[in-house]
């Protein structure tokens, strides 16, 4: 039986990206929540997720 394909989904591809995660966060430290406003920030501004 062939192995079924995940519903919906969302693929997100950093390759060939130069940033550290500081360059991405920020040198001081982030709460959960904010981490993940800035990571979306990020994907969207340089198109990474398809």
């Known amino acids: 039986m062939a192995k079924k394909p995940a519903f919906?989904?969302?693929a997100i591809n950093f390759g060939g990206?130069?940033?550290?995660?500081?360059?991405?966060?920020?040198k001081k430290?982030?709460?959960p929540s904010e981490?993940?406003?800035k990571?979306?920030?990020?994907?969207?501004r340089y198109r990474l997720a398809k």
């Not at 130069?18 to 966060?25: G, I, L």
């Open 39 to 44: 990571l979306w920030a990020y994907v969207k």
């Open 17 to 26: 990206r130069k940033e550290t995660v500081e360059d991405v966060f920020g």
């Open 8 to 10: 919906g989904g969302y």
């Open 29 to 31: 430290p982030v709460s």
């Open 35 to 37: 981490m993940t406003k």
